[in-house]
């Protein structure tokens, strides 16, 4: 109880994204999905599932399964994910319960797929980016990332994919065939909220003038960069390979003072995933 209160404490905004992700999540399932009787995936999947067969409400049996997963993969988590996770799935089935008469009265299969994934993944992501996880097979994603290094995103996707099969018990072909398609949908919502809304970007340079090229990035970017020693494996030469980070809309302009200052540049441009460490985390 005492660490509970902790986190409360310390971790406010946290839980107020986590209870904003179930929210949007809820609403999307009593709002589009279930208008269009599609799947899902996860405990939720699971629960429209027994909900189509045999009537049960999605807010109790989520609820119910949420809380053995959630026990289950408590050893396999950090305690703070763990705590978020259960504020999470508990919010999600109080809101299910709460929202459960709420309908827009559309009745279409493309719309609802479409808004219905991206609801899902938005508030997914939210949980997700604020320490939380979402559903069984969301707890299962977050270990693979944890212990495989997986992407949780694709993870989630994947797994979710297991548990829309199940539908094709209960469902016609059509509503499983959207379902699979708002999960691809779902799959990039989350991945955007996860991974931001301005990805960045490492690159890697190797130069004889790295040090004016760095000293041009610094003013252009007011980014700092680290300078390697290295060796050529072909002709052994010694060099020099300069890497820095910066978000995706300054990739162009870098290119451009690299080949200004040497137009023999070799560059590596990759994606970034997590960006972790002062001086990074405001990265813009």
């Not at 026990?71 to 299910?96: D, E, H, M, P, Q």
């Not at 604020?130 to 990332?145: D, E, F, H």
């Amino acid at each position: 109880m005492k660490m509970i209160q902790q986190l409360f404490r310390n971790h406010t905004k946290n839980i107020i994204v986590c209870l904003i992700g179930s929210f949007i999540s809820a609403i999307a399932v009593n709002c589009f999905i279930l208008g269009s009787n599609l799947g899902d995936g996860g405990t939720v999947g699971i629960s429209l599932a027994l909900k189509y067969a045999f009537g049960f409400s999605p807010a109790l049996t989520s609820l119910i399964i949420n809380t053995i997963v959630i026990i289950v993969g408590w050893k396999f988590l950090s305690r703070r994910t763990a705590i978020y996770t259960f504020i999470s799935n508990t919010a999600i089935s109080i809101f299910l319960d709460l929202t459960e008469g709420w309908n827009t009265g559309v009745d279409n299969f493309v719309v609802n797929a479409t808004f219905g994934g991206v609801l899902v993944g938005i508030g997914i992501g939210l949980v997700i980016a604020s320490g939380g996880v979402i559903g069984g097979t969301s707890v299962v994603a977050k270990m693979l990332n944890k212990y495989f290094d997986i992407k949780t995103s694709q993870a989630i996707f994947v797994l979710d994919g297991l548990v829309v099969l199940s539908f094709i018990f209960v469902l016609p072909l059509t509503n499983v065939l959207f379902t699979i398609i708002m999960l691809f949908i779902t799959e990039r919502a989350t991945s955007f909220i996860i991974e931001g809304f301005n990805p960045k970007k490492a690159v890697t340079i190797i130069s004889s003038h790295n040090e004016t090229i760095s000293d041009k990035i610094n003013s252009f970017t007011g980014r700092g960069s680290t300078l390697l020693n290295g060796k050529g494996g072909y002709g052994k030469n010694e060099t020099s390979m300069l890497y820095v980070l910066v978000p995706q809309s300054q990739v162009t302009r870098v290119k451009k003072l690299v080949n200004e200052e040497d137009e023999n540049a070799f560059l590596v441009i990759h994606d970034v995933r997590d960006v972790l460490g002062s001086g990074f985390m405001n990265l813009s």
